[in-house]
């Protein structure tokens, strides 16, 4: 079977995922927790810019830390924020030209997978919204109830994100053309992702992403 792979954020979508879940819990009356978030990403922000971590390093800590901001909730409460993060903010923010490849890749009944560092209960709810064979993302920690403000995976981020990828394959029991596949990823990060197909495709991809694009002539897509 020919499977088609998609990130999430800055592929398939251009609002990050940590940017939403901020701006709902603030609006709902998590105003110290919102800025505490925000306020402890800006050094290693800064760090990222000068070079000083790399850019897999700052998203893998902006993604472990994004669950500090429902803890405590609910899963009730926090249902609401996945749906409104998922529907209100995300699906939006579409890309339509990667929307037309998820499309048209739909339209040849090829196996479409989504993989993203974000948070599994909003990966999961685009993944239902776009139709996908299967998702995997950072699974959150919920005991008795209720979320701690932890990660209970690794951050699916460069060698795990392909890691995950080949895992949920395995799970779905299905045998994939991977030289006949296709991948779509925006991030440098990202290429042990891209490289599990024959067909990888950068999705305005950062200029360590571009450079390798280029150099090994992938498709690059920049508009839309």
């Not at 609006?27 to 402890?40: E, K, M, P, T």
């Not at 008795?144 to 990660?151: K, L």
């Not at 392909?162 to 895992?167: S, V």
Request: overall charge positive; charged content about 20%; some cysteine.
């Amino acid at each position: 079977m020919v499977a088609a792979l998609f990130d999430i954020e800055g592929t398939l979508f251009t609002n990050p995922m940590g940017k939403g879940l901020t701006q709902y819990v603030y609006s709902h009356g998590r105003v110290l927790q919102a800025a505490a978030y925000f306020a402890s990403l800006m050094p290693l922000y800064q760090f990222s810019k000068l070079g000083l971590i790399n850019r897999e390093r700052f998203n893998t800590t902006a993604i472990a830390r994004m669950a500090w901001l429902i803890r405590g909730y609910g899963l009730r409460e926090a249902d609401a924020a996945f749906d409104w993060v998922a529907d209100g903010f995300l699906l939006p923010s579409g890309r339509k030209s990667v929307l037309a490849c998820w499309e048209k890749h739909l339209r040849s009944g090829h196996l479409l997978l989504i993989a993203s560092g974000g948070l599994t209960p909003i990966v999961d709810r685009i993944g239902a919204r776009l139709r996908a064979a299967g998702t995997a993302g950072t699974d959150t920690q919920v005991v008795n109830g209720r979320y701690t403000g932890r990660v209970s995976s690794p951050v699916v981020i460069g060698r795990e994100k392909a890691d995950r990828t080949l895992k949920l394959v395995s799970r779905l029991g299905v045998e994939v053309d991977w030289q006949e596949s296709s991948a779509y990823a925006d991030s440098f990060h990202d290429l042990p992702f891209l490289e599990l197909t024959g067909h990888p495709v950068a999705v305005h991809p950062d200029a360590a992403l571009k450079r390798v694009a280029r150099d090994r002539g992938w498709r690059i897509l920049d508009g839309g």
